[in-house]
């Protein structure tokens, strides 16, 4: 059973998504070490840890939905009119 509203510039969002979720996740880490404090350390803890969470999330279903064919006969530069 295909989904035929998944195409291959949907995957490409996921996974920039998923990278802007990564790097997101890496600055809280990265100011949590930089700026040691309380408060930012447990905003970097439970932020990060849900944006890089999310990342992981949405990149294997990126990968899941690539490997199933969705968006396989779509032309990534092609117009509708």
């Known amino acids: 059973m295909k989904i035929p509203h998944i195409t291959k510039i949907t995957i490409r969002r996921l996974v920039?998504?998923?990278?802007?979720?990564?790097?997101a996740s890496l600055l809280l880490m990265v100011a949590?070490?930089?700026?040691?404090?309380?408060?930012?350390?447990?905003?970097?803890m439970s932020v990060g840890q849900l944006f890089g969470t999310l990342s992981i999330i949405l990149y294997l279903l990126a990968i899941a939905f690539d490997l199933q064919g969705y968006g396989e006969h779509d032309e990534v530069g092609a117009r509708e009119e």
């Open 16 to 23: 920039l998504i998923s990278t802007i979720t990564t790097l």
């Open 32 to 44: 949590s070490i930089v700026f040691p404090g309380p408060f930012l350390l447990v905003v970097a």
